[in-house]
């Protein structure tokens, strides 16, 4: 940042100290000789000063120079109150000017070759302080050349500085402040240059400092807290550098002609937001100019608009990137009018989103066009009776794009390593003539529409296809005449190989192997009696049956076999075969809207990311899902026959998805073995013979990270998930204040995240009988407040915040419960005694266990895995540590002032320690270790003594 109390270096400072006392000292002598001798002074230092300046300027060197001054002593001035200066010369300001016009300027420079040294005394107006005439200036600069203004301080005018017409000229060491409309406005000036300056708290929108002229040089400028903008630029090759822009709304302001990337320049200087000057680039807001605001004239040098009908003619290259911030998009030409002729005479457009731009025109030429790394080339849509002709393309995804476009006429096209060479959509009537396009990815490309002739033309060596046509055109009635090709899936071109038709719609009357990518219809119902009535055998296949059924009665045929490919959808269709649907090593695949009868109607093995959608089956046996992930079923509706087997068998699977469903009449509803991660929820289960859920392996634990939620009865081994009674819902929550036995008969959902049962009175039993509770809001499940023999057991919580409180109890059992996915702590004991903790399952905790001044309690047989504390142990004595496994978490057991406790036989695997003890636990007297008790490391727990590993 420039001080602002700091000349530039390379400039001479005028000594005003010595020259105040050589004044002081002839104060006596005649007025002749006083002027004399303050005009010398000020001629010899000014002389100095400019012959430095001008050889700093000229050599960039430094050098002493002596030489003799000579001045007449009408070229020297003392100036003390406003004025006019007519004259060349050297006016040096002697004290503060303050005036109160309300007019035109208080100093005028109407004369070339004046040096104007402020030595740093101020000129203070009275406003005005509206931005409509009439108007003040500080200083004025009106059509004259090389004008130096040095040291001075501008406050209360309409414009501080005001430079008209004027160039050449030098300002240094201005402090402008609380002016009107502009600090200093260089209006059709050019080549002046503003250094080591200050302009602030300037109220208008003009611009604290506002140029509308070219090749100007801003320098070591401080520009700060001005109403609207900082620095307003009209003109061009104006530079701005070691300066600072701040604290205004918006620091840079460009107009129609200063916008452009390589219009003006900055650098080495700090600004926050800069409007439409895309040569800046700020640290806050950067807003970019719209191209197409520019209105182009006849010759065209500049990406812009063409708004009125006429010839017009481009004379340069245009890269949009000069004239656009290369990460915003638009087009370089835009024409929005009709019955335009524009010659590009062989210059080249490029690095632009469109090329050219036109939409709902007519009669629009475009002539001897070069376009290179565009996005779109040509982009027209809506147009009527076009013209493209003389043209050449490379390097663009879309060369020429045309949309809707009617009557339209290409020719001497050449496009090349292109994406789309020549893409119609939605055209009507094009005749394309003497086009040659090769190396492309697609040498055209027909979309859709009607009308089409090509002729004379030449398109070879594309990837993809020279000439193509997708499902709508690939009948469509064209003109195709002495036109060279070698690809093409158009039904009506004579290229030398057809490539395979575009299969969207593609006819299917008889069972068949589909072989090609796209998409297929069923015309009819097809009836096989073969081993597979439909093969997929690529990616990228569609198949809508139409509602039509696929029956194949062959023994273990299949109606739709899919084995080793990707995104193929199936819709629309009812299958009756032995096996339904069959699909193996498959990834992205859709189905929707099936209904399948047979065996086995759908099996699937080793399948990635697919979802089925209203999905129904009618099956003996079950349906199968193995060794799958990221399945999603939404919709399925499943009717079982024999009830010899299960509605829907999921084997080694993960994050598999079953949403709204209903499965019913079968041995077992859901089989699931090994089948971890997975959500299903939303679904009913009737009339299964054993049991509607039915969970082994890993499928079996809570630890599998499984969830779901259905209406249903029975389950086996699968307690994450909650078979819900549709008539009770929430368990009967109610304060307990006497002994009472509680058993739940019932899976729950607890949603309140409040506190469902308060257990006040002694003697009261909660049994849940194996059932699982599922906190949807978090919450607690039961407090405990001076209740002893107080039992919770045979329990599964999911889901809750502090599960168990207990507090002022003893007799206390807690044993046989399952806790999941715990966001506090599982349980909780508060100065209680003689309390058993036996065989519970803490699986993602917070904490597990958590005893504070707990005395004389079993802590036994419990499994702890995924918790921040596993077990706390706060000043109480006495209790029993025996075969607990506590195990991948931060802390296992942490001890605190608890003492005479006995560990025995537990297995303590924590991250960071698997024990941890503080105060009085620390000490070899403090707990007794009875052995064989497995750590990784343990702190300060020096009572341990017999298990080694915990040493």
Known sequence: MVDENTQNNNQPTIDTTRLEKAIEEKAKKSKRNKIITLSLSIIIIVSILGFFYYKTISTQQTTTYTTTIEQTLS????????????????????????????????INIKSNNVTLIGNNNKIFGNGPFVDVPPFTYGIYINDVNNVKVNGVMISKFSYGIYANSSNSDYLNNVNITNVTISGIYFKNSNYNLLNNSIIQKVASNKGALNITGNNNIIKGVIIRANAYYGIVVSGKNNEIYNSSLYNEPTDLMCSNNAVFTYSNKIYNSQCNVTNYCNWATCRSVNIPFNVSRVNLNQYIDTCGSINRPGTYYIESNLNYKNFGRPTTLGACISINAPNVKLYCNNHYINDSEYGIYSNNQYNVTINGCNFYDNYYSIYETNQIANKIVNTSISYSTYGIYLNNDTASWLNSIRVTNSSYSIFLSSINGVNINNVNNSNNEYGLYFNSGSGLS??????????????????????????????????????????????????????????????????????????????????????????????????????HAVGISINGFNSIGISNCYINAPYGIVMNNTMNDSMFNITISGNKPLTINNAK?????????????????????????????????????????????????????NIENNNNGLYLNNTTSSIIVNGTFYHNNQFDTYCIGKSASMQSSNIGIANGSTKFNCN?????????????????????????????????????????????????????????????????????????????????????????????????????????????????????????????????????????????????????????????????????QITNGNYSIEIINSTFNTFKNNTLLGNKYSLYCQGSAQNKSGNIDLGNNKCISGYNCNWIVNSTSCI
């Open 75 to 106: 070229n020297v001035s003392g100036i003390s109150s406003c004025t006019n200066i007519t004259k060349p010369g050297t006016y040096y300001i002697t004290k503060d000017i303050f005036t109160n016009i309300n007019s035109g300027a208080c």
């Open 720 to 884: 994450w998930f909650v078979l819900l009674n549709p008539l009770q819902k929430t368990p009967n929550c109610e304060p307990i204040s006497f002994a009472s036995y509680i058993s739940l008969s019932n899976d729950y959902i607890y949603p309140y995240g409040s506190t469902c049962y308060q257990i006040r009175g002694n003697g009261t039993t909660i049994n849940c009988n194996g059932h699982t509770i599922l906190a949807t809001s978090g919450g607690t499940f039961a407090t405990a407040d001076n209740a002893n023999k107080f039992t919770v057991e045979n329990c599964n919580f999911i889901g809750f915040g502090k599960t168990l409180l207990i507090s002022n109890s003893s007799n206390v059992n807690i044993v046989n419960n399952t806790f999941f996915n715990i966001s506090n702590s599982s349980i909780y004991l508060y100065n209680s005694s003689y309390t058993i903790l036996k065989n519970n399952n803490i699986i993602k905790s917070l904490d597990g266990i958590l005893l504070s001044y707990v005395n004389y309690s079993d802590i036994i047989n419990n499994s702890i895995s995924n918790y921040s504390l596993g077990l706390l142990l706060l000043k109480g004595v006495f209790d029993k540590i025996e075969n607990n």
């Open 454 to 555: 090509i002729s004379n033309s030449k398109l070879n060596k594309n990837l993809e296809g020279d000439l193509y046509c997708s499902a709508s055109t690939y009948n469509e009635s064209s003109i195709f005449s002495s036109t060279s090709c070698n690809t093409s899936d158009c039904n009506w071109a004579s290229c030398s190989k057809k490539l395979p038709p575009p299969l969207f719609a593609y006819p299917i009357t008889n069972c068949s192997n589909l072989s090609y990518s796209g998409s297929y219809y069923l015309t009819k119902d097809l009836i096989s009696n073969t081993k597979a009535c439909i093969n997929i055998n690529n990616d990228f296949v569609q198949l809508s049956c139409n509602g039509h059924e696929i029956i194949d009665n062959a023994p």
């Open 609 to 661: 990311s697919d979802s089925f959608l209203a999905l129904g089956l009618n099956e003996s046996n079950a349906s199968t899902i193995s060794n799958s992930s990221k399945i999603l079923i939404l919709g399925l509706v499943e009717n079982g026959h024999d009830k010899a087997d299960s509605g829907l068998y999921l084997l080694n699977d993960s994050h598999i998805g079953i949403d709204i469903f």
